[in-house]
């Protein structure tokens, strides 16, 4: 089985204990190894703090980048040789992290600014993520830990084993279910061996349908992530964001009721 690697890459202004920093924040510890174990699925994920002997980096299976920055002291431009490695991996997930940005107008001008790293966020196909930003819109989830954990966390990690929802399971199956031809009444032993293979036939059908379902929508995750950023203004942002937090909801048999009708 291929190893799953998230690589830390730090900027010319940040440094190594800042990286051992956020490692040990995101798996709770001192590990090197990640247990990811949510409601979903549970795998595997080997972090690596990247160096300049690290030559054969690529060959761990580089499936998401942390480029940790400075963002008093780095700038957009000292970045090119961090985005030519990360443009070699190829890795899905790209994250940009750094302590705050500055606003348009206001704010700490020692900061780079908010609006020129989106932009460039978007132009290297990476997602911004401020530790402590000061901006009034940004909501718990938005930023920190949380953040950085919950995008790792929403990735389709080659290796991972996905978790049976049952109540998505028992959902299909009745909303399935249709009037059938009538059929002679079978013997109890019939009808008891009869019942036991379509439970197991159903089960197994289920859980596939299932995980091609769910596999389906985290593979496009990325392409979401970035047609998400795209939109123009906050209001567009959240709305687009809700509709594909509805889409997993229905895969994963929730609720219709539990969404507000507008």
């Not at 051992?20 to 979903?40: C, P």
């Not at 090119?80 to 070699?88: S, Y």
């Not at 609006?115 to 819109?137: A, F, T």
């Not at 379509?198 to 496009?220: C, F, K, P």
Request: proline fraction near 2%.
């Amino acid at each position: 089985m291929s190893k799953q690697t998230i690589v830390i890459l730090t900027s010319p202004c940040s440094n190594i204990e800042d990286a051992r920093k956020l490692m040990s924040d995101v798996t709770g510890g001192s590990e090197v190894t990640w247990h990811i174990d949510n409601k979903y699925y549970e795998t595997d994920v080997d972090f690596h703090i990247y160096n300049d002997d690290d030559k054969d980096i690529g060959k761990l299976g580089v499936e998401a980048v942390i480029l940790l920055t400075n963002s008093t002291e780095d700038s957009l431009a000292n970045l090119a040789t961090q985005m030519e490695l990360i443009d070699k991996w190829s890795p899905q997930v790209r994250l940009m992290v750094c302590e705050k940005c500055s606003e348009d107008d206001n704010g700490d001008k020692r900061c780079l600014n908010r609006g020129s790293v989106l932009q460039w966020c978007l132009e290297n196909e990476m997602e911004l993520i401020e530790m402590k930003p000061d901006s009034e819109e940004c909501e718990l989830g938005d930023y920190g830990i949380e953040r950085i954990v919950s995008a790792l966390q929403s990735h389709t990690w080659p290796n991972l084993m996905l978790k049976t929802s049952k109540k998505a399971a028992k959902k299909r199956k009745e909303s399935s279910q249709t009037a059938g031809v009538s059929k002679p009444a079978p013997t109890t032993t019939q009808k008891s061996s009869e019942d036991a293979k379509e439970a197991v036939d159903d089960d197994d059908d289920d859980d596939e349908r299932y995980g091609q379902n769910i596999q389906t929508l985290m593979s496009q995750m990325a392409s979401l992530k970035t047609e998400c950023l795209s939109k123009g203004s906050k209001e567009d942002q959240v709305k687009y964001a809700e509709n594909i937090a509805k889409a997993f909801w229905e895969v994963l048999g929730g609720d219709d009721g539990e969404f507000d009708s507008d």
